[in-house]
């Protein structure tokens, strides 16, 4: 009976992302509206169905980003709010993957982070002439998500699991995600960015997801 709920859990999944992807190749807003904040509403589903006891600071990282999703739904008035509310998303989730290290040297810290650090700069130096009153917040937020990527590298170098390179993979395709949104909204626009947007986060939630109910398990 559970694994009859899980799979449905996991096809509703699996539809509210065609739909979305649909919505936006099409330009349809209200299919949009409707599925995109559904897509982490699946997932915390999902993952309280897959799990006997759920780790509440995961339930509450999927709880902002779908914040997220619906403020940047109206970007020229909530993109700020959008930001933040997935500054906190993946604060949180630095949190419950960081609970999967054991005690890690600083020199490891320090060469896991140059890839992150050398792909930041580069975004940046892409995206800073037009960020403008931005350039804080977009920063900080970069900062945050690079140190997620992090802790997964790290994570995943101490125990090259299935489960762990799940969490890795999801962290770097949400790293590109965000950065293919960056370089939309502040260097050049186009319609093929907002499609991989909305392909790479998906698969980039669905990835933690996963790596989150294996290791809650």
Same mark, same amino acid.
């Given at each position: 009976?559970?694994?009859?709920?899980?799979?449905?859990?996991?096809?509703?999944?699996?539809?509210?992302s065609v739909a979305d992807i649909y919505a936006i190749v099409v330009g349809n807003q209200e299919i949009e509206?409707?599925?995109?904040?559904?897509i982490t509403t699946s997932l915390v589903i999902l993952y309280l169905l897959s799990v006997s006891k759920p780790?509440?600071?995961?339930?509450?990282?999927?709880?902002?980003?779908?914040?997220?999703?619906?403020? +940047? +739904?109206?970007?020229?008035?909530?993109?700020?709010?959008?930001?933040?509310?997935?500054?906190?998303?993946?604060?949180?989730?630095?949190?419950?993957?960081?609970?999967?290290?054991?005690?890690?040297?600083?020199?490891?810290?320090?060469?896991?982070?140059?890839?992150?650090?050398?792909?930041?700069?580069?975004?940046?130096?892409?995206?800073?002439?037009?960020?403008?009153?931005?350039?804080?917040?977009?920063?900080?937020?970069?900062?945050?998500i690079s140190v997620f990527g992090v802790v997964a590298f790290l994570v995943y170098t101490n125990d090259k699991?299935?489960?762990?390179?799940?969490?890795?993979?999801?962290? +770097?395709?949400?790293?590109?995600?965000?950065?293919?949104?960056?370089?939309?909204?502040?260097?050049?626009?186009?319609?093929?960015?907002?499609?991989?947007?909305?392909?790479?986060?998906?698969?980039?939630?669905?990835?933690?997801?996963?790596?989150?109910?294996?290791?809650?398990?």
């Amino acid at each position: 009976m559970k694994s009859t709920k899980i799979i449905t859990a996991s096809i509703f999944f699996l539809l509210v992302s065609v739909a979305d992807i649909y919505a936006i190749v099409v330009g349809n807003q209200e299919i949009e509206m409707i599925a995109k904040p559904l897509i982490t509403t699946s997932l915390v589903i999902l993952y309280l169905l897959s799990v006997s006891k759920p780790n509440f600071w995961y339930v509450s990282a999927l709880l902002f980003a779908f914040w997220g999703d619906v403020l +940047l +739904l109206f970007p020229d008035q909530f993109f700020v709010f959008g930001l933040a509310s997935f500054l906190l998303a993946h604060v949180l989730l630095i949190t419950v993957s960081s609970r999967f290290l054991q005690q890690v040297s600083k020199l490891r810290i320090l060469v896991h982070s140059l890839p992150f650090v050398v792909i930041l700069a580069v975004l940046l130096y892409l995206i800073y002439p037009n960020l403008e009153e931005l350039l804080i917040p977009v920063i900080i937020y970069g900062i945050v998500i690079s140190v997620f990527g992090v802790v997964a590298f790290l994570v995943y170098t101490n125990d090259k699991s299935i489960a762990n390179s799940w969490l890795f993979l999801g962290a +770097l395709i949400f790293i590109l995600s965000d950065s293919i949104l960056a370089i939309n909204k502040f260097s050049q626009s186009s319609e093929f960015f907002g499609i991989a947007i909305m392909i790479t986060y998906i698969i980039a939630q669905y990835l933690i997801c996963k790596a989150m109910i294996a290791k809650t398990k």
